[in-house]
């Protein structure tokens, strides 16, 4: 990992079309701006990493095999739906 300082208003680029800047820095919040092509996606890191781990469910299932804790979790689920009783009393009227 490269590890830069930089201050208010200074960049830092990649790959000759990404530059990122920073606009401004308040406690331990550092506000930055990302100018990249169109094609380039720029996505928080913990957007990137839901993305990635729901392709790798969607070919798990498209693969048919089932990731391991799926059989425990429906097997909880459906216990839950027995166990839960379903309440056909009407509401009550004020």
């Given at each position: ?9 200074e960049s830092?680029?990649?790959n000759d079309?990404?530059?990122?800047t920073?606009?401004a820095?308040?406690g331990?919040?550092v506000k ?8 380039v996606?720029?996505l928080r890191q913990?957007?990137?990493n839901?993305?990635?781990?729901q392709q790798?469910i969607?070919?798990a299932?498209?693969s048919?095999?089932?990731p ?10 459906a216990e839950?739906?027995?166990?839960d009783p379903?309440?056909e009393?009407s509401?009550?009227?004020p």
């Amino acid at each position: 990992m490269l590890v830069l300082t930089r201050r208010i208003d200074e960049s830092l680029v990649i790959n000759d079309n990404i530059v990122i800047t920073i606009l401004a820095v308040d406690g331990d919040k550092v506000k930055i701006g990302v100018s990249a092509p169109r094609e380039v996606p720029v996505l928080r890191q913990e957007l990137w990493n839901a993305m990635r781990e729901q392709q790798q469910i969607a070919q798990a299932l498209a693969s048919g095999t089932v990731p391991e804790g799926f059989e425990e979790l429906r097997n909880f689920l459906a216990e839950q739906v027995d166990t839960d009783p379903v309440s056909e009393e009407s509401p009550s009227t004020p």
